[in-house]
C-alpha cells in the first residue's frame, strides 16, 4: 500500500493567511488533533470561527483531543470527481464524529480497499498522513477501523 | 400572524418563459443571450412590454447583471434589483420572495425573476476551474473546501452522498425510494417535448444497471447539466388579471436555514436534513394552508436523495411512511396522490437551478402542464435542497384568493 490514501495531485491545503483554522492545520504536522473550545462557556465549536456561537467569547482555545470516533457516514465513490482520481476510485470517504465532542465532525478517508463495507456507528482511529514532500508540506488526517 | 406582514396573495406571476433547453456546452448563444430570450418569452406570455419592466431579482451570483439587462431591454425606469445570497439553487424560491417583497412595499410593480446557465461558459459543481486546476499542476486551497477536497470529496456528488447516507440510515430509506423520484421524473418528461430526456425513458433495469457516482447515487440520481434560461414575471395580486394568462398567486415564499446548518466539515447539529424545518414552518403558517392541501410537487434535485428529505420536511409524509409513499405509482401525474416534477424536473426536463421548476408550478395552477394534474389549486415548489440557505414557495390559483 502507498504510504498516502491518494497519489500526489489533490489540491493542498494550506493555512489561510488569515483563517481561523490553521492551528488545526498545524497541529496535523505534529501528529496532534486540535478542536476549538470556548475558554469562557466551555463549548465544543466546529467548524473553525473567530468568535463563539454559543457565548459570543472571541477567546476560544485550542484543545488537542484523541483522535477517536465513529463513522456518522460515508460514501463510496466510483466516478472520479477530478482527473487525477481516475485510478484511484473506488475509495471510501467517511464522516467521522469524535468521542470528545458532540457534532465535531471531521472528513477522511477509511484506509484499507475501496471496497470494503463502513458501517454507521462503527469505531474508528485516527491516522496522521505525512505529505513531507509536498511544497508547501502538509498532513491529513485518516482513520481505521478501531480495536 | 401580522396580516400586513406577509407576501400572501401580494404578487402574481403573469408571465412564463424559457429558452430551448442544451445539454451543457451545446448553446448556440452565449449566457447573457439565453437570459434576454427567456425575459421577452416571459414577457410575451404575460402580454407584458419589456420596456415596463421595472425590476429584476435573481440569485446564486447569476452573472447577467441588472443593470446590463435593464440597458439592453430599453427599460424606461429601473426601480428594483435584487440578489439572494447563497449559491447553488437554495435561493430560487427566495429570489421571488424578494420580487413580491418589492412589489407588496412598492418598491416596484412589475419584476423579472430569472436564472440563465451556460455551463459551457463556466462550469458548476466541477472542482476544475474553481479549484485553481486551470492555472496548476496541484492548486493549494484554504477555507471551508480545504476540509473535504484533499479526501477527494470534491464535487457536489461526493459531499452531498454523505448527507443522503446519513439521512438514509436514520429512516430506513431503501434505495427504491430514491430510485421512484428518478423514474417519475423521466416518465414524465416523456410527454414533455421541451425535456432533454424526451423520447429517452427510464426503467427500472435501467437505473438499476447504470453506474454508480458516489454511493447512494447512482446516475440517474444525479442532476444534469445544462445551457439555457428560464424567467417569470411578477406583478401585483390585484393587477393579475389584467394580463393574458391565469394568474399563479403567490400563497407563500420563506427562505433560511436552521441553527448552524453550514457548520463546516459537515457538523451541523441536525446533519441528516435538506434544511427545511424552519423553512416550512414558515411557508405554511404564511400560505395559510396545510401540507395535505398541496396538489403537486416541484421539487429541486440536485440529488434524488434531497429530494426524499425536502418532502418529508414539508410535511407531505412521516418519517417513517418515506418508502410507502416514495412509489413511481404514487409520484407520476395524473392520479399519483402526489405528483412529483411534473415537467421531469432537474433530472429529465433541464437543470435550470429551479426556475424550470417555478414555471412548471404555475403551468400546473394554469392548468397548461404537459402532465396536467386534473384538480390544482396549491402548487409547492422546493429549492435547493441540502445547501444554505433554502427557499420553498406556494402558488395558488384563482380558488384561493
Known amino acids: 500500500m502507498n504510504s498516502t490514501y491518494f497519489s500526489d495531485g489533490l489540491p493542498t491545503p494550506v493555512p489561510d493567511k488569515q483563517g481561523p483554522a490553521t492551528p488545526f492545520w498545524q497541529g496535523l504536522v505534529l501528529n496532534t488533533l486540535r478542536i476549538q473550545r470556548c475558554r469562557r462557556c466551555q463549548s465544543w465549536q466546529w467548524g473553525p470561527e473567530y468568535i463563539c456561537s454559543n457565548c459570543h467569547s472571541f477567546e476560544l482555545d485550542w484543545i488537542e483531543v484523541e483522535p477517536k470516533g465513529r463513522i456518522y457516514s460515508w460514501t463510496r465513490v466510483w466516478q472520479a470527481p477530478q482527473p487525477v482520481l481516475a485510478t484511484a476510485t473506488p475509495y471510501v470517504v467517511v464522516l467521522v464524529e469524535l468521542d470528545v465532542a458532540p457534532n465535531v465532525r471531521l472528513i477522511g478517508n477509511l484506509l484499507g480497499s475501496g471496497t470494503q463495507d463502513a458501517q454507521v456507528g462503527a469505531a474508528v482511529a485516527g491516522v496522521f498522513e505525512h505529505h513531507a514532500a509536498s511544497h508547501p508540506p502538509y498532513s491529513l488526517l485518516q482513520w481505521r477501523p478501531a480495536d | ?401
Request: charged share 15%; proline share 5%; hydrophobic share 45%.
Open chain 2, 1 to 401: 400572524m401580522d396580516a400586513r406582514r406577509t407576501l400572501r396573495h401580494r404578487a402574481a406571476i403573469v408571465g412564463v418563459g424559457e429558452t430551448a433547453y442544451y445539454k451543457r456546452g451545446q448553446s448556440p448563444d452565449l449566457e447573457f443571450v439565453l437570459a434576454l430570450k427567456a425575459i421577452l418569452a416571459a414577457c410575451a406570455d404575460a402580454g407584458v412590454s419589456p420596456h415596463d419592466i421595472d425590476g429584476f431579482s435573481s440569485y446564486a451570483d447569476d452573472r447577467n447583471d441588472a443593470v446590463r439587462l435593464a440597458t439592453a431591454l430599453g427599460v424606461k425606469e429601473l426601480r428594483f434589483a435584487s440578489m439572494q445570497w447563497g449559491g447553488g439553487g437554495g435561493g430560487c424560491a427566495g429570489a421571488i420572495a424578494n420580487a413580491t417583497a418589492a412589489i407588496a412595499s412598492g418598491q416596484a410593480e412589475c419584476v423579472v425573476v430569472f436564472r440563465a446557465l451556460s455551463q459551457g461558459q463556466v462550469r458548476y459543481g466541477q472542482g476544475g476551474a474553481a479549484l485553481g486546476y486551470s492555472t496548476q499542476a496541484a492548486p493549494e486551497i484554504t477555507g471551508e473546501m480545504a476540509f473535504p477536497v484533499p479526501y477527494g470529496a470534491i464535487s457536489p456528488a461526493q459531499r452531498f452522498a454523505l448527507k443522503a447516507r446519513r439521512f438514509m440510515h436514520d429512516h430506513g430509506v431503501h434505495q427504491e425510494a430514491l430510485r421512484a423520484i428518478s423514474l417519475a421524473a423521466y416518465a414524465h418528461a416523456q410527454k414533455n417535448p421541451r425535456a432533454i430526456m424526451y423520447g429517452k425513458p427510464l426503467d427500472t433495469a435501467k437505473y438499476d444497471s447504470s453506474r454508480w457516482i458516489a454511493e447512494p447515487f447512482h446516475l440517474f440520481d444525479s442532476c444534469m447539466e445544462n445551457d439555457g434560461a428560464a424567467a417569470v414575471v411578477l406583478v401585483a395580486a390585484e393587477r393579475a388579471r389584467e394580463f393574458a394568462q391565469a394568474p399563479a398567486y403567490l400563497l407563500a415564499a420563506a427562505a433560511g436555514s436552521d441553527h448552524r446548518h453550514a457548520a463546516p466539515s459537515h457538523s451541523a447539529p441536525d446533519y441528516a436534513t435538506a434544511n427545511y424545518k424552519s423553512v416550512s414552518r414558515r411557508l405554511f403558517a404564511m400560505g395559510g394552508v396545510s401540507p395535505a392541501d398541496v396538489n403537486v410537487v416541484q421539487a429541486y434535485e440536485n440529488f434524488t436523495g434531497g429530494v426524499a428529505m425536502a418532502l418529508m420536511e414539508h410535511g407531505l409524509f412521516a418519517p417513517e411512511e418515506i418508502n410507502s409513499v416514495l412509489t413511481v405509482e404514487n409520484l407520476t401525474a395524473p392520479f399519483g396522490c402526489l405528483p412529483l416534477n411534473t415537467s421531469g424536473g432537474h433530472l429529465a426536463e433541464c437543470y435550470m437551478h429551479g426556475m424550470n421548476l417555478v414555471i412548471e408550478a404555475a403551468r400546473q395552477i394554469r392548468g397548461q402542464s404537459c402532465n396536467q394534474v386534473p384538480v390544482v389549486d396549491v402548487a409547492l415548489m422546493i429549492s435547493g435542497p441540502m445547501v444554505a440557505p433554502v427557499s420553498s414557495l406556494l402558488l395558488g390559483s384563482e380558488a384561493t384568493r
